[in-house]
Nanobody
Framework: QVQLVQSGGGLVHTGGSLRLSCAAN????????MVWFRQTPGKQREFAAG????????EYADSVEGRFSISKHDAKNAVDLQMNSLTPEDTAVYYC????????????????WGRGTQVTVSP
């Protein structure tokens, strides 16, 4: 059973950048479709970005398109989320997730989750 270990995140000013990483232990990253969700208090987790098993295709929510970039790194067995031009609206807990079938925009479809990491963007 794969375990997802997240790193990165923190506090940044508006316009700044952060990089999140999600390492897969107990399974090869190429076996899974990997995504990032984010969640703010009182709201459901929302899809932010996703990447196919071999990294050939990516998908982004409209709210992050052009600012966020998801990538797979086989050597590290990890998926990264590079976040640029951050705004306070990007403040959330970010979760990586994995499933073997396809990219889904719905959190309930995912089998495996990281523990989450806080991203805070100050005005």
């Amino acid at each position: 059973q794969v375990q997802l270990v997240q790193s990165g995140g923190g506090l940044v000013h508006t316009g700044g950048s952060l990089r999140l990483s999600c390492a897969a232990n107990g399974g090869a990253i190429s076996e899974y479709y990997m995504v990032w969700f984010r969640q703010t208090p009182g709201k459901q987790r929302e899809f932010a970005a996703g990447i196919t098993r071999f990294g050939s295709n990516t998908e982004y929510a409209d709210s992050v398109e052009g600012r966020f970039s998801i990538s797979k790194h086989d050597a590290k067995n990890a998926v990264d989320l590079q976040m640029n031009s951050l705004t306070p609206e990007d403040t959330a807990v970010y979760y990586c997730a994995a499933r073997p079938n396809s990219i889904s925009y719905y959190a309930e479809d995912y089998n495996y989750w990281g523990r989450g990491t806080q991203v805070t963007v100050s005005p």
